[in-house]
């Protein structure tokens, strides 16, 4: 039963890379399959993880004492009503719910996380360059995000460094993304290699 | 010579010995008790401040015969140092107590967690010695309690407040007529250009309201899905087929909801095709394959992802640059816009997504609340600029440092 598991995964991982040539009948069939099964699996992954322990195993266990779950059940329920033309208006509550508790939770969490946090960060006392240019940098990268006031003249200046600064980031950041994404290819040749063809010791 | 009193005498003094030493066989000399270390002292019991309850922080001042401790007294004898610290749980004051934990020198502090709200619970404590000496007991109770406003996070209640006041400030302004104005775009200003060219070409439009692993309560699929509703509009207009593959149910619940208010809004309801808004899987790269291939087959002139990605952004944004679309990509994500900056035509970055609503629809209450989050980003550029200040003269009077971080860069 192994070797039939990496033999079928030996395949399917060829069918997908094959897509590096042209699309294709070998690649179409990797695709549904892919997203058929997690699509598939995802359906019975929330039943067993989330409906089941969540709702449906408290409210058999203590009614009295959990009966509030009722209202989650019943929201989601509602979602269903998007099968339904003429009560599709009662999808909007359990989507309002989902979204304003979204909002509402990110606003607290982002200024925390983003706002507090980045301007504790940054007050560093100017005695080193790294210092200098790391205030530099995120004044200057704020002033780029001022979307009220046209960039023209010192302003337009300032958040044209803050632009350079942005770009340096982002070429930092994707070389160190580059060299964890060749870990993945070296992951799969192993596999390929290794687990399938022995070529590997 | 021979005198029988002296064999009497002899008899009686062996039968005495012989006694004496059976006693002592018998009646050993009493034990020594064991060596008692001094107690702790200050033993208190409090319910945890700024917490959801259910939790009481024990705390004490060492015992003097605590090596690790910093007013160490060497005992007299060395079995009187102290070698751990037991406390004691009990429900009722007069009620049975049980050992909660054993904790070792120098420690002087412990939370006892999973507490019932609302009930009483008495503590003890005692000092072992090393030679497992007790020392007196003390008592101290506590009745853990759920808080209702952390007090830790006062400087963020008045950020929220400051921003929320700027923001409000500025939507009123807007709404009474006061012109507001947003600078230009470019990865806004290309939608039209992108749904043009899709238009002319008669292909369809691909748009990605977020990546693979992203869910409808996440704050850039909601600003993603805004910018939707002005695409769809567009595209309901010309009458362009917009694709929306989705990776989460609920998003595409959403997605279908906000393209059929935006046919409504053109005036072109039977625009809206439900089918086109798909729902593919929740697995990330399954996605990003099923996407691939719509990308390949259906050869969309125009393709938009913003919202959140991960590592599905560079497949995505490749494929589609191979099939010669153009391309427009918006995240927050800082990991992935490099991707998107190398791959794409237009690249919304970070915030950018958040004020492209006010930019594609020019409605006066949006604008007003994009001046205000301007005037909350110069509030905290005040900050910086000023804690950068405090801090470098800190150097020289370093009594600013602490004026600093209490007033102006509470954590």
């Known amino acids: 039963m192994a070797v039939f598991g990496i033999w079928l995964g030996a395949l399917l991982t060829l069918c997908i890379y094959s897509f590096l040539y042209r699309d294709n009948p070998l690649y179409k069939f990797a695709e549904h399959v892919y997203v058929g099964i997690s699509a598939g699996y995802f359906v019975a992954a929330e039943v067993h993880n989330v409906l089941l322990p969540n709702l449906i ?59 507090m946090a980045q301007v504790q960060a940054t007050a560093l006392p100017l005695n080193s360059v790294n210092n200098v240019l790391l205030a530099g940098g995120v004044l200057a990268t704020l002033v780029y995000f001022f979307f009220s006031a046209e960039h023209k003249g010192a302003v337009g200046g300032v958040a044209a460094a803050g632009v350079w600064y942005l770009m340096i980031a982002f070429g930092a950041a994707f070389g160190y993304t580059v060299m964890a994404r060749i870990s993945l290819l070296i992951g799969r040749m192993q596999f390929l290699l290794g687990d399938w063809l022995h070529l590997l010791r | 010579m021979f005198n029988p009193r002296n064999i009497a005498r002899w008899l009686a003094v062996l039968a005495a010995c012989a006694n004496l030493s059976q006693a002592a066989k018998v009646i050993p000399p009493p034990p020594a008790e064991p060596a008692v270390p001094a107690p702790v002292s200050r033993f208190t019991a409090a319910d945890v401040p700024n917490d959801g309850g259910g939790a009481v922080r024990l705390s004490w001042a060492p015992s003097p015969f605590d090596s690790a401790a910093l007013r160490f007294a060497a005992p007299d004898d060395p079995a009187r140092a102290v070698k751990a610290y037991r406390l004691f749980r009990s429900m009722g004051r007069s009620g049975e107590y049980s050992q909660l934990i054993e904790v070792g020198p120098g420690t002087t502090e412990f939370p006892d967690e999973g507490l019932a709200n609302g009930t009483a619970y008495h503590y003890r404590i005692q000092a072992v010695g090393a030679a497992g000496g007790l020392s007196p007991v003390l008592e101290a109770s506590a009745v853990p309690r759920a808080s209702w406003f952390n007090g830790e996070r006062t400087n963020m209640v008045a950020a929220l407040v400051l921003v929320a006041g700027i923001l409000l400030l500025f939507i009123v302004r807007a709404r009474s007529g006061v012109a507001m104005s947003i600078r230009k775009i470019a990865g806004l200003a290309a939608v039209d250009e992108a749904i043009g060219r899709a238009t002319e070409m008669g292909r369809p439009i691909l748009y990605l309201p977020s990546g693979g692993l992203s869910a409808v309560s996440d704050i850039q699929t909601l600003a993603s899905l805004v910018i939707l509703g002005r695409v769809a509009a567009k595209t309901a207009e010309y009458e362009t087929k917009l694709l929306v593959p989705c990776s989460d149910p609920l998003v595409m619940a959403l997605a279908r909801e906000i393209v059929k208010a935006s046919c409504m809004e053109a005036a072109r309801p039977d625009a809206f095709r439900p089918e086109n808004i798909r729902y593919l899987t929740n697995e990330q790269f399954a996605f990003t394959a099923g996407v691939d291939g719509m990308m390949l087959r259906e050869r969309p002139a125009a393709n938009f992802f913003i919202g959140t990605f991960y590592a599905e952004a560079l497949i995505l944004a490749e494929t589609g640059y191979a099939t010669g679309a153009i391309q427009i990509a918006g995240t927050a994500m800082i990991t992935q816009l490099p991707f998107f900056v190398a791959a794409c035509d237009y690249t919304l970055i970070g915030e950018e997504i958040y004020a492209a609503s006010a930019y594609l629809s020019k409605e006066p209450v949006l604008l007003g609340s994009i001046k205000g989050q301007d005037w909350a980003k110069a509030a905290a550029i005040a900050v910086i600029v000023a804690g950068i200040a405090l801090e470098t003269l800190a150097l020289r009077f370093p009594q600013l440092h602490a004026f600093a971080a209490q007033w102006l860069l509470p954590k």
Do not use: E, I, K, Q
């Not at chain 1, 909007?92 to 200024?111: I, N, Q, W």
């Open chain 1, 57 to 115: 195993a408290p409210l058999r266990s203590d009614f009295g004492h959990r009966f509030y779950l009722l209202v989650p059940g019943l929201l989601g329920v509602m979602v269903f009503f998007a099968f339904s033309r003429r009560l599709n208006w009662l999808l909007r509550y359990p989507l309002s719910f989902v979204v304003g508790m979204g909002a509402g939770l990110t606003v607290t969490a982002m200024l925390s996380a983003d706002v």
